[in-house]
């Protein structure tokens, strides 16, 4: 009996613990802009051989919305709080309560997104070229992310010895 496939959620958790991801991630996402939330959405549609929907970057708009307004700011204040740490180390419970609620804010981006399943069936193709054909119908493509964002969807989509397993049947 075939598994039920991964939720976004479950895939995005499954995906990020695989080695290297979550440098990958950190460069796209402070190096070039990229939304982390966007790229997991977009190898999740494509592991589904689906393709973005043409319609899909207007559909995007209050989730992106949701993310600079929620997301970001709760981001940049952990952030903020790193370097001081080390030199008042209680501050270190608030910091860790902002990463949580960060992950809850993530976790509310996943769930919009997979609520939204803009995806329309894809002319057959190989996952990792759907996924970046996915990416530049958001407008997330630029070619300075374009090796980053190719090797990150190889990672997640691509059958490898070191590739987490799918789960239990």
Known sequence: ???????LWSF???????????????????????????LLWSAWLAERELAVATEAPTQLEPIRRWQAEMTQPLRERRR????LVAATPSLDDLRQTLKRA???AERETLRRLEA????????????????????QRLGTLDAAAYPALRQL???????SPDAEPNGPC
């Open 1 to 7: 009996m075939p598994h039920a496939p991964l939720s």
């Open 12 to 38: 995005a958790l499954e995906r990020y613990a695989r080695p290297g991801t979550e440098t990958l991630c950190l460069e796209l996402q402070d190096g070039h802009g990229l939304d982390v939330c966007e």
């Open 80 to 83: 903020a709080l790193k370097p």
């Open 102 to 104: 960060e992950l809850e």
């Open 116 to 135: 939204l399943s803009a995806g329309t069936p894809a002319v057959p193709t190989s996952p990792v070229a759907l996924a970046l054909a996915n990416c």
């Open 153 to 159: 969807m190889t990672r997640w989509l691509e059958k």
